[in-house]
């Protein structure tokens, strides 16, 4: 059926409209959110062995989360925004605290990226 909706909209040039209704925006946001989480879990798991293959699922979740306009913001102390590797910490990163700011660095790169303090949500 879906298929036979494809072969037609070719023909009258609709396919933006007809993929629009097959794949809803919501839905793509869903995904995207699932597969940059389920990213995120894989890379800190193969961090140990194979961090170059951590580096490349950071950088295809950042390429997920751009296309279908997905913020990072949960997972952006993950990740070095300069190099874009995987940061764990007490193993490439330093994390202090100075002036109520959460100051992180990267010891690849020496990139220093701060955030503020927040209370965690329960
Ligand atoms: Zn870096």
Do not use: W
């Amino acid at each position: 059926m879906i298929f036979y909706f494809k072969k037609l909209a070719k023909k009258l040039k609709l396919t933006h409209f007809v993929y629009g209704l097959i794949m809803h925006k919501d839905n793509i946001k869903k995904i995207a959110e699932e597969r940059i989480a389920l990213l995120f879990r894989l890379a800190d798991n193969e961090f140990e062995k194979h961090p170059e293959r951590s580096k490349r699922y950071v950088e295809i979740a950042r390429k997920i989360g751009m296309k279908a306009k997905v913020s990072l913001a949960d997972h952006k102390k993950k990740f070095c925004r300069k190099c874009g590797n995987y940061l764990k910490h007490g193993k490439n990163t330093r994390v202090r605290i100075s002036c109520s700011n959460i100051v992180q660095t990267c010891k690849v790169c020496n990139n220093i990226s701060r955030y503020k303090i927040t209370k965690h949500k329960e």
